[in-house]
């Protein structure tokens, strides 16, 4: 595979280590394989739902968009009347390079940023455009006022890397000598995306990172909860109501 410079989706070797299960005749997936399965976002997909805020009953809009550079234009009709956005950011991908491929009553937007190969830019590395792409939300006028949620996410596949042997510096030239442990790169990586939002703060809004792993659904299922609050909370000292 490698002199074919193929290369395997990221969850697949959780497939494969489990194919006579998953290959069985009368196979149902558990909660697990769900999980580990990865679909492609394209163009906007609408979620509603109820959420119970203290007592209270909000229904949310959520609008999923794809992060592939094709799909962008696409996102602008849904601005207007956002609340808060939810970004995504794979910091597992250092070492790949871009490839093809809310509030009460109110809206939020989650992006979510490809964590596949694109055909776009092939030169571009996923961390590099990540980066890009957050600081164009950051700094678009029409965005000033929306709460923002930053996600570094497959925090558990960095680890895998990490343990691996995958050497950060070697993807990353700006990484330098610093350790190649996961605190360090995630303290690095973080930083990165803290000084884009520092730089584009005109208001003091507050930026909401969070460390995810979206297979571990208990640590998950808080980091909701407190994102959560703290929309609702923005939302409610924007209206004037606390």
Same mark, same amino acid.
């Given at each position: 595979?490698?002199?074919r410079?193929?290369?395997?989706?990221?969850?697949?070797?959780?497939?494969?280590?489990?194919i006579?299960r998953?290959?069985?005749?009368?196979?149902?997936?558990?909660?697990?394989?769900?999980?580990?399965?990865?679909?492609?976002?394209m163009?906007?997909?609408?979620?509603?739902?109820?959420v119970?805020?203290? &007592?209270?009953? +909000?229904?949310?809009?959520?609008?999923?968009? *794809?992060?592939?550079?094709?799909?962008?234009h #696409?996102? @602008?009709p !849904?601005?207007?009347?956002?609340?808060?956005?939810i970004?995504?950011?794979?910091?597992s991908?250092f070492?790949?390079v871009?490839?093809?491929?809310?509030?009460?009553?109110?809206?939020?937007?989650?992006?979510?940023?490809?964590s596949?190969?694109?055909e776009?830019?092939p030169?571009t590395?996923?961390?590099?455009?990540?980066?890009?792409?957050?600081?164009q939300?950051?700094?678009?006028?029409?965005?000033?006022?929306?709460?923002?949620?930053?996600?570094?996410?497959?925090?558990?596949i960095?680890?895998k890397?990490?343990e691996? &042997?995958?050497? +950060?510096?070697?993807?990353?030239?700006?990484? *330098?000598?610093?350790?190649?442990?996961?605190? #360090?790169? @995630?303290? !690095?990586?973080?930083?990165?995306?803290?000084?884009?939002?520092?730089?584009n703060?005109?208001?003091?809004?507050?930026?909401y990172?969070?460390?995810?792993?979206?297979?571990?659904?208990?640590?998950?299922q808080s980091?909701?909860?407190?994102?959560?609050?703290?929309?609702?909370?923005?939302?409610?000292q924007?209206?004037?109501?606390?």
């Amino acid at each position: 595979m490698t002199s074919r410079k193929l290369k395997l989706d990221e969850w697949s070797e959780f497939f494969l280590n489990d194919i006579s299960r998953i290959s069985a005749r009368n196979y149902v997936p558990s909660t697990d394989d769900i999980l580990h399965a990865r679909i492609q976002t394209m163009g906007v997909a609408e979620h509603i739902f109820d959420v119970d805020i203290h &007592g209270k009953t +909000v229904t949310w809009h959520l609008f999923d968009v *794809g992060g592939a550079r094709g799909q962008r234009h #696409s996102w @602008v009709p !849904y601005f207007d009347d956002a609340n808060a956005i939810i970004f995504v950011s794979p910091i597992s991908a250092f070492d790949q390079v871009r490839a093809s491929a809310p509030a009460a009553c109110g809206i939020f937007i989650a992006i979510g940023a490809s964590s596949q190969y694109l055909e776009e830019d092939p030169r571009t590395n996923r961390i590099d455009d990540s980066l890009q792409l957050f600081t164009q939300i950051c700094s678009n006028q029409l965005l000033k006022r929306v709460h923002l949620v930053l996600f570094l996410n497959k925090t558990d596949i960095l680890r895998k890397k990490l343990e691996r &042997g995958l050497s +950060v510096s070697k993807y990353i030239l700006s990484y *330098g000598d610093r350790p190649n442990e996961y605190e #360090s790169v @995630v303290q !690095y990586f973080r930083a990165h995306f803290l000084q884009v939002h520092r730089r584009n703060n005109e208001n003091r809004r507050v930026l909401y990172t969070h460390l995810t792993n979206v297979v571990d659904t208990k640590a998950t299922q808080s980091i909701i909860g407190n994102v959560r609050d703290s929309i609702f909370r923005g939302y409610l000292q924007s209206a004037a109501l606390v």
